[in-house]
């Protein structure tokens, strides 16, 4: 799995999220040590989560044959990837020495996600060509992605760009953090793990902040 944060101003983005998260960077704009890897890059505010697959082609090929909308596969140095359905599903074919081992989701990481889909066909579409094993969530329209590391989740009548939730010590100094940086924060919101606030950076791109309830 692989996350990417797009912004028009990717210098003021670098900065925004390391004042929240704490963040460095490569030189070629990725976080380091991010665990599951993750970027920023240039564009329209929006989050990209794409899903690693074996073979981009036959996952192309299986998502058209469904119904879905998938544009033919591009290359660049980190493998093939392809933005399909109208930008909510992403497929990654990592390139040798890209895959990684299992994410670490510690803090300042990904450790939680949520694909909105349109429609239950989608949801359908995603399962069979990622695999998913879906189980009822705790909320109407949502879903369980069983088999998913970091866990996941998936909202039919909710499409869009995905949701992409990032682990903090405190939610509430984490959201004071983004208000201090220029973005806006919510209250802190219980959920079935622990809590989270609902956050916009200072380009308007959508994310949470979150932590666990220690047992």
Known sequence: MYYAIHTPDPVRAKSFYATVFGWDYRSDDHIDGSSPAGGLGVGPPRAELYFEVWDIAVAVAKLRELGGVAPDP???????????????????????????????????????YVVPVADEQARTRYATVLGWELSPGSHANGWNIENSTPPGGVFVDHAGSPDLYFRVADVDEAAERVRRAGGTAGDRQPNSAGWHAECRDDQGVRFSVGSLRQN
């Open 74 to 112: 591009v290359r660049s140095e980190s493998g093939w990837s392809c933005l399909a359905e109208d930008g909510g599903l992403a497929l990654w074919q990592p390139a040798e020495g890209y895959a990684q081992d299992d994410p670490k989701c510690a803090e300042g990481d990904l450790f939680y």
